[in-house]
């Protein structure tokens, strides 16, 4: 069984910023692509931000300068650090991972339960 666990979200002020955190636990041998994606009401779920296992990064225009995703694959962690945050940001973030179980030979997507963010004017 493998489990994401999301954790950091919350109301912050525009301009304010916050630090998401997820964690991939479980039966799991190894991990490729990690990332975070949104999906704010009435639209669809977009990527944020994603990392590979070797450390290389791609955002989503909307977000380029103002956040920063950074892994640690000792600790099966990935992290999503959101500054200057805009009103526009506010939406629920789903911390997702590209997984290979002890007891499988491919890599599936694994999704967390997603945590709020809302940024107030």
């Known amino acids: 069984q493998v489990q994401l666990v999301e954790s950091g979200g919350g109301l912050v002020q525009a301009g304010g910023s916050l630090r998401l955190s997820c964690l991939a636990s479980?039966?799991?041998?190894?991990?490729?692509?990690m990332g975070w994606y949104r999906q704010a009401p009435g639209k669809q779920r977009e990527s944020v931000a994603i990392?590979?296992?070797?450390?290389?990064?791609s955002y989503t225009d909307s977000v380029k300068g103002r956040f920063t995703i950074s892994r640690d694959n000792a600790k099966n962690t990935v992290n999503l650090e959101m500054n200057s945050l805009k009103l526009e940001d506010t939406a629920v973030y789903y911390c997702n991972a590209q997984i290979r179980p002890w007891n499988r030979n491919i890599y599936s997507y694994y999704w967390g339960q997603g945590t709020q963010v809302t940024v107030s004017s």
């Open positions: 479980g039966s799991i041998l190894s991990i490729s692509t």
């Open positions: 990392v590979t296992s070797g450390g290389t990064t």
